[in-house]
């Protein structure tokens, strides 16, 4: 189908003012924030409900056209993005929360909503949503439940598969289906986590079933200062060890607070070395005895300094502080490439130190900010377009960290997922006969190969997908797969 048919047909389906076909508008769309990764969608379409969202799939499906949902396109990891082009769904303008059930701990809301909505519609009435990737104020549910987000919070109450209750979704099939819902157990296979973090390859998500959690009767944030990020992460296996799950512990070091205090000036201590922000929440007498705990740990470790914030003002500005560091790296680099990586907790000063290594050997200064509670590693490699050669240092160096941390026992992702930046080191994690179940489970849902085609699995095991064609731009040599 050409562009100009195709364009038409989707215009009977969401209306004109649905649809974007303007090469030039649609270069708005051609990246998430892993802006390296590029490739512009032929045409962009705003359907405003699940049953134009299957009208749309059933179009693309029935030309062989792919098809790229998009919700906020924050992702890290282009996914959002279109490099073999075809049509993008954003579903933006899907943004009701449509049921809130308090007495049974659920919603369901459209896939537009957005994170942080959802968690003030209900948080008047002691309750919130549980995932809080640091983009919520703009990341959709629909995208977090499709890249299995994490956050601060996903230590002590889990990243969004332990709160997704069920989907609706339009799968590379054309139908419309709802996998899972608001009650618990159902028996038969878990497809619903089959969805979640499946990063668009098997369908659209319409709706979203969500559990809702109910706010702790206390809350501490504490913050902690170290003379080095190493001494930092060997006080955080220390407090896990103990028996103690935070609700966060988060680490961030020099160049990360510098940065921080520059831009957001969330009260940490410029000439720190290292933080943890540690929080607890829960019943409040044991919130009580935990903190105690915790700073004995926390002393016991090398802390120089363990600040508890004295109100709401306070632990917000801290918050805020950590919230805000990726954007707040501005201040301190020109360009910087983002990692997510994770090791097992206990290897965390190791990983760190090797970490630092990778980036001197390079002449690069690296960031950390990352939720060190789960082992999960954030590196910010700091570089300048500008420098001829630094911008494919930061990418050797990305890779050189993604390498030490499977040697020593960890994965690529924690939580952004995978998309076209990770699909290379699936091989490394996985075998053959893993990839092959993984990319059969595909087939399933998508058989013609058109949902989000590029993404997430090694060029071989999914090679029923169309081959590279227009909207495709050039990435540095070894990142197509
Ligand atoms: C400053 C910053 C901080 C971040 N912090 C965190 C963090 O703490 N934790 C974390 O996990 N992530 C974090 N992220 C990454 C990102 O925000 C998350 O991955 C988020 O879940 C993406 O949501 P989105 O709506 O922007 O999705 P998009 O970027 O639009 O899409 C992400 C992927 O999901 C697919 N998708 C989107 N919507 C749908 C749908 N309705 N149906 C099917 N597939 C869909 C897309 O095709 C794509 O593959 C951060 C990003 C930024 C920029």
């Known amino acids: ?105 659920y919603a ?68 419309l289906l709802w996998l899972g819902g608001p009650v618990q157990e159902r028996p038969g296979y878990d497809l619903t986590g089959a969805m979640v973090g499946s990063e668009g390859t098997l369908g659209v998500i319409t709706k979203v079933a969500v559990k809702l959690t109910r706010a702790g009767e206390a809350v501490k944030t504490a913050l902690a200062t170290f003379d080095s990020i190493e001494v930092a992460s060997e006080a955080v296996s220390a407090i896990i060890a103990e028996g103690i799950i935070p609700a966060a512990l988060e680490a961030l070091d020099e160049p990360i607070i ?7 000036k969330a009260g940490y201590p410029a000439d720190a070395r290292a933080v943890l922000l540690i929080e607890l929440d829960g019943p409040a007498a044991e919130v009580e005895v935990q903190a105690e705990t915790v700073a004995r740990i926390c002393r016991a470790r090398g802390a120089l300094t363990l600040r508890v914030a004295k109100d709401d003002a306070e632990r917000a500005l801290l918050w805020k502080g950590r919230k805000e560091a990726a954007g707040a790296v501005g201040r301190i680099t020109h360009n910087y490439v983002l990692q997510d990586a994770v090791v097992p907790r206990s290897k965390l000063p190791e990983i760190m ?99 989000n085609p590029g993404k997430i699995f090694p060029s071989h095991a999914a090679c029923f997908e169309a081959a590279p064609g227009r909207g495709a731009r050039p990435v540095p040599e070894g990142m197509w797969v």
């Open 108 to 175: 369901i809301v459209e896939p537009g909503v957005i994170n942080l909505a959802l968690t003030r519609a209900v948080e008047g009435r002691g309750y919130f949503f549980a995932p809080d990737p640091s983009s919520q104020m703009v990341s959709s549910i629909g995208g977090n439940a499709a890249t299995n987000a994490g956050g601060p919070h996903a230590l002590k109450y889990g990243s969004a598969v332990s709160h997704v209750l069920g989907v609706e979704v339009a799968t590379g099939r054309g139908e």
């Open 258 to 264: 510098r940065a921080i205090e520059a831009g957001v």
């Open 353 to 451: 130190a090797q970490v630092q290594a990778i980036a001197a050997a390079r002449d690069l200064v690296v960031a950390n900010v990352f939720h060190a509670g789960d082992g999960n590693l954030h590196p910010l490699i700091c570089y300048d377009e500008r420098v001829p050669g630094q911008f494919e240092s930061a990418l050797e160096a990305s890779d050189a960290i993604l390498d030490a941390c499977i040697a020593v026992g960890g994965t690529v992702t924690g939580e952004h997922g995978v998309g076209m930046d990770k699909a290379k080191k699936l091989a490394l994690l996985f075998s053959e006969d893993d990839l092959a179940a993984m990319a059969a489970v595909r087939r399933v849902f998508d058989p013609r190969g058109v949902m």
């Open 1 to 105: 189908m050409d562009h100009r048919r195709l364009a038409e047909a989707l215009r009977e389906i969401v209306g004109p003012d649905g649809v974007i076909a303007a090469a030039d508008d649609c270069l708005v769309y051609e990246c998430d924030m892993l802006v390296y990764y590029k490739g512009a969608p032929d045409v962009v379409v705003l359907p405003s409900s699940a049953a134009q969202v299957a009208a749309v799939v059933r179009l693309c499906v029935e030309a062989g056209v792919p098809i790229v949902p998009r919700g906020s396109g924050t992702g890290l990891i282009g996914g959002a993005m279109a490099p073999r082009g075809g049509v993008m769904i954003g579903v933006n303008r899907m943004d009701r929360v449509l049921e809130v059930d308090l007495q049974n701990r």
